[in-house]
């Protein structure tokens, strides 16, 4: 059974940082993606930022372009997000995701939705900015 524990999380004034952690328990490392998404009150769920493990293509939604930054810990698998400048509309629970994706899609949208359709998820973490 495929498990994905998270940290991080917490909150933050306007302009703040955070980093959120996700290591995930998949079988194998081909073509596995990870990523964040996240969800609002009343909105919907959407992508974030998100990796293929290894060193392969890195996906971010226009809304968090040149703010926040995937990477990931080559020794564990463990992949992170650091949030900066974190805005007011960056407030939501945010979740990891991770998949097998094959092949690297090539815009962040179809990213997400193939990642968003197929994904093992974590428990969630709440993050608020004011």
């Known amino acids: 059974d495929v498990q994905l524990v998270e940290s991080g999380g917490g909150s933050v004034q306007a302009g703040g940082s955070l980093r959120l952690s996700c290591v995930a328990s998949?079988?194998?490392?081909?073509?596995?993606?990870m990523g964040w998404f996240r969800q609002a009150p009343g909105k919907e769920r959407e992508g974030v930022a998100a990796?293929?493990?290894?060193?392969?293509?890195?996906y971010y939604s226009d809304s968090v372009k040149g703010r926040f930054e995937v990477s990931q810990d080559s020794a564990d698998g463990t992949v992170f997000l650091q949030m900066n400048n974190l805005k007011l509309e960056d407030t939501g629970t945010y979740t990891c995701?991770?998949?097998?994706?094959?092949?690297?899609?090539?815009?962040?949208?179809?990213?997400?939705?193939?990642?968003?359709?197929?994904?093992?998820w974590g428990q969630g973490t709440q993050v608020t900015v004011s």
């Open positions: 995701a991770a998949g097998h994706v094959s092949p690297e899609p090539r815009t962040a949208g179809l990213l997400f939705h193939l990642l968003g359709s197929l994904a093992h």
């Open positions: 990796l293929f493990i290894g060193g392969g293509s890195t």
């Open positions: 998949l079988s194998t490392y081909d073509n596995r993606c």
